[in-house]
């Protein structure tokens, strides 16, 4: 069992930062991958950023350039650097993990999903 903690969200100006963090309550041998969904008002979940355990990163085309993703293994913690938002932006942000052994069915862990609002 994986319980993910996440914090860092808030209210935030346009052209303002917020670094979301993404907390594992133990360490993980078998990543996947792992990354941020987000859901905005009147908006499908759209994927804002993973990485693959080889350490490939991608980002989703609205964020390129504004958002990185990271992880300190040390900590079991994953970040989401958000800079330059705006408002659409404005969403309940989610971290996952996927974690998969030799021969297993993938599993997919959540956060609780954490509110990111960002004002014109």
């Known amino acids: 069992q994986v319980q993910l903690v996440e914090s860092g969200g808030g209210l935030v100006q346009a052209g303002g930062s917020l670094r979301l963090s993404c907390a594992a309550s133990r360490s993980i041998f078998s990543v996947n991958a792992m990354g941020w969904y987000r859901q905005g008002p009147g908006n499908q979940r759209e994927m804002v950023a993973f990485?693959?355990?080889?350490?490939?990163?991608n980002y989703g085309d609205s964020v390129k350039g504004r958002f990185t993703i990271s992880r300190d293994g040390a900590k079991n913690t994953m970040y989401l650097q958000m800079n330059s938002l705006r408002p659409e932006d404005t969403a309940v942000y989610y971290c996952?993990?996927?974690?998969?052994?030799?021969?297993?069915?993938?599993?997919?862990?959540w956060g609780q999903g954490i509110q990111v609002t960002v004002s014109s």
């Open positions: 996952f993990v996927d974690v998969g052994s030799p021969g297993a069915p993938l599993l997919r862990y």
């Open positions: 990485m693959l355990g080889s350490g490939v990163l």
